[in-house]
């Protein structure tokens, strides 16, 4: 059974960091592409951030490209996910998913099957 738990979450002011870890279990990591979403308040589910497993390879939505950067450990069975300069816009609830990794979908949430419970991020001053 595939398990993810979510935390790093918080409250931070405007400009701020937060660092967002997904600790899995019961599956191989590596074997998995691995996605983070987020559904700000009144909002859909976004696709935030993917990486592949077939070849590493990244994405990243317009909104966050140049502050947000995802990395996994493999070792660790830990996806990461390392938000810089911070804004409103960013507040929501964060999760990390799993996909198929015949397939390598696409970051989008209808693409991803397997998810956790989330984690709040608020954006505030």
């Known amino acids: 059974q595939l398990q993810f738990v979510e935390s790093g979450g918080g409250l931070v002011q405007p400009g701020g960091s937060l660092r967002l870890s997904c600790a899995t279990s019961?599956?191989?990591?590596?074997?998995?592409?691995i996605g983070w979403f987020r559904q700000a308040p009144g909002k859909e589910h976004e696709g935030v951030s993917c990486?592949?497993?077939?070849?590493?390879?990244?994405y990243y939505a317009d909104s966050v490209k140049g502050r947000f950067t995802i990395s996994r450990d493999n070792a660790k069975n830990t996806v990461y996910l390392q938000m810089n300069s911070l804004k409103p816009e960013d507040t929501g609830v964060y999760y990390c998913?799993?996909?198929?990794?015949?397939?390598?979908?696409?970051?989008?949430?209808?693409?991803?099957?397997?998810w956790g419970q989330g984690t709040q991020v608020t954006v505030s001053s």
């Open positions: 019961g599956f191989t990591l590596d074997y998995y592409p």
């Open positions: 990486i592949s497993s077939s070849d590493g390879s990244t």
């Open positions: 998913a799993a996909g198929n990794p015949t397939v390598q979908p696409v970051c989008v949430p209808e693409g991803y099957d397997y």
